[in-house]
């Protein structure tokens, strides 16, 4: 079955969390079912929006020196988006900008739905308006009016007690003012196949005392209403999994949290049956099976993801957890699995560079996983990749009899690798930031040559590189890289160069980073784990001996992005192909209008996040350190 089925009413039910957005109201775990797949909590809105108003980054948005850029961002969202949204639903959003007051909850739940029948997952929001009970009451009756007055139809059914008003949704309900600025694309049409029709959705919505309910079918909201009137049947704290994940994951009270469950809903994913083969659209390709990706990034043995936020005047931190069991972890998981070794930045991380990572990880055992999953998931992959290296092998033999890049290379990395990067020249392009990556390897002579050898048989046909040159006694190599295009003039002739040093091969494609790396025995720079305030961040986060640390300098990235975007006239800085802001936003940002950096220098610090493999899982901590300016 298509989740196309279920759109409209999720559509609805962000409209509605849009202009909506007693006795105690319980916690979500124990409103929600036990099915339970997803849900996005906030315990308490009006904690969250306090705290909020003490974060850094509230208090740069309504920094002064922020003024006439906010003013004109402000400007242009009311006129282009919140005005005419407020004329589409005939309503006014200020009066219903104050309803959140306690829990605000978005979750799925399944429902019935299996992927084999016409049961759609279950979606609901709940609000507990608290004392503004009756405000909440006002505002609904202010809505099923609007609705009866633009002749849609409602009707109504009553579980336990609570009425709950129904009205039918589709994708033609949706305001003017969010298609204009999300334009939906065409349909795909397949010849000789009709589109099926979009099947309309519901939009449930009853109150209980200060707590709106909405959801997308009277199915949905029943365990709710159940829960909320002293029903004793299972809801999702009695969920084993989940019940695990909140002892160890949601403590201390976050001020957000969002569990997954992932298990049931990649096995439905997984066992969903392909698309039938259309004899008049023929193509070469092999319909995706989704269960062998799952199992490729590791999703198949995972059982659940969560996540929790919490922020203090230390800072905030974000607590990221994939549990996979370690008997059950495969793929992309097991190749990334971390030793529970030191990640430290060694001492030759300078304490200039804007970021750094350090990830151990058993390299060679790596290899040989990524090749059980090539050979799982692309079949023929390992061949032409065999291929290649034996092509490789020959070259290089020419040089070195007994030449062998798996030997060289993969079976002789260690368990070590680390990337760190500085900041590009004043108002250039990040993306040509300076950077370093460095493998640790047994033998540092045999894996650079294996790199030299492998990369220049790869990039053959680009010019030939120029002779290894000795360096402080160690040998830089130069390989050539196929030309980029600049867009104006001759491609750029691009360069990797390769040195062994240590434990470690370097690589990079500025070589005055090598440089300065072959350098650092003899002329130490000043490291970056000397940094003020960096070993007390890290205590945040777990500590930097688990396998994951990394840091950025988010004050002077931010310093380079500001300078970059001040000589932008207007756009969105978002500019990515997976990422595309609408077009309509693209004059509500003026950069030119950005005070001078080192006036708002103060709101941004630095953030440091580490990583642990256990037998239990996967775990991401990141904190940022709140700056030492707003103390």
């Known amino acids: 079955m298509s989740l196309k089925a279920f759109r409209p009413s999720v559509i609805a039910l962000c409209l509605f969390a849009l202009v909506s957005v007693h006795g105690a109201i319980p916690p979500a775990e124990d409103l929600l079912p036990a099915d339970t797949l997803f849900v996005f909590t906030v315990p308490d809105y009006t904690t969250l929006k306090k705290t909020a108003g003490q974060s850094p980054q509230w208090l740069f948005w309504t920094d002064p020196a922020m003024k006439r850029f906010h003013d004109h961002f402000m400007g242009k969202w009311n006129d282009s988006f919140a005005t005419p949204l407020e004329r589409d639903l005939g309503i006014n959003l200020d009066d219903f900008a104050e309803l959140p007051q ?8 399944q429902n019935g739905w299996n992927g084999a029948d016409q049961h759609s997952p279950g979606v ?10 009756g405000l909440l009451k006002t505002n609904i009756a202010a809505l099923q009016k609007k609705w009866l007055d633009d002749g849609k139809p409602i009707r109504t059914e009553t579980i336990r007690g609570v009425s709950f008003s129904i009205v039918t949704v589709s994708s033609n309900d949706v305001p003017a003012a969010l298609r204009k600025m999300f334009p939906r694309r065409p349909p795909v049409r397949e010849l000789g196949r009709e589109p099926q029709p979009e099947k309309p959705g519901e939009l449930v919505i009853g109150q209980y005392g200060s707590m709106l309910i909405a959801g997308n079918s009277i199915d949905a909201v029943a365990p709710v209403v159940a829960h909320l009137t002293g029903s004793a049947m299972p809801a999702l704290d009695d969920n084993v999994t989940f019940a695990s994940d909140k002892l160890s994951r949601f403590h201390d009270a976050p001020l957000y949290f969002a569990w997954l469950n992932t298990r049931t809903v ?3 994913l997984s066992h969903l049956p392909p698309d039938a083969p259309n004899p008049r659209a023929p193509t070469v390709f092999p319909p995706i099976q989704l269960g062998k990706v799952f199992g490729a990034i590791g999703l198949a043995g995972a059982t659940s993801v969560s996540l929790a936020y919490h922020q203090n005047h230390d800072g905030a931190l974000l ?15 097991k190749v990334f699995s971390t030793e529970s070794k030191s990640a430290s930045p060694p001492v030759f991380v300078p304490v200039d560079v804007a970021k750094c990572w350090r990830w151990r990880v058993d390299g060679a055992r790596s290899w040989d996983e990524l090749q059980k ?4 998931i692309l079949p023929g992959g390992m061949s032409a990749l065999n291929g290649a290296l034996d092509a490789a092998n020959a070259v290089g033999r020419q040089q070195a009899p007994g030449f062998d890049v798996r030997r060289y290379l993969f079976e002789n990395l260690g368990d070590d690798f680390i990337s760190y990067q500085k900041l590009p020249a004043p108002g250039g392009d990040p993306k040509n930031a300076p950077s370093l990556f460095l493998l640790g390897v047994r033998d540092g002579d045999r894996a650079s040559f294996a790199i030299q050898s492998f990369m220049g048989f790869a990039a053959r046909s680009a010019q030939k590189g120029t002779e290894p040159r000795n360096f402080q006694g160690h040998t830089i190599f130069t390989i050539p890289l196929p030309s980029r295009s600049t867009g104006a003039g001759a491609p750029s002739q691009r360069y990797l160069y390769c040195a062994a040093a240590g434990d470690y091969v370097a690589l990079t494609g500025d070589v005055s980073m090598i440089e300065e790396y072959l350098r650092s025995p003899g002329n130490p720079p000043a490291p970056l ?20 640390f990394g840091y950025e300098n988010n004050r002077e990235t931010l310093r380079s992005l500001f300078l970059r975007l001040k000589n932008k006239p207007g756009g969105s800085f978002i500019s990515s192909p997976f990422i595309q802001a609408p077009k309509e936003t693209d004059d509500w940002m003026d950069f030119s209008l950005l005070p001078d950096y080192d006036r708002v220098a103060k709101y941004f610090y630095f953030s440091v996040y580490a990583g642990t493999t256990t037998t239990a899982g996967m775990e991401f901590k990141f904190f940022a350190p709140r700056p030492p300016e707003l103390k």
Not at 373 to 376: E, I, K, V
Not at 533 to 547: C, E, I, K
Request: charged content about 20%; glycine content about 14%; overall charge negative.
């Open 529 to 548: 784990n000397g940094k003020p305030g960096l070993l007390d961040a890290a205590q945040h986060v777990g500590g930097a001996g688990n396998g994951v």
């Open 373 to 376: 999953l090539m050979d799982d």
């Open 266 to 268: 990649f096995d439905i």
């Open 102 to 109: 306690g829990q605000l909850t978005f979750a799925v739940t």
């Open 319 to 333: 607590d990221l957890f994939l549990a996979s069991p370690e008997t059950d972890r495969s793929g992309l998981l």
């Open 124 to 133: 609901l929001l709940l609000l507990d308006a608290r004392e503004k009970a």
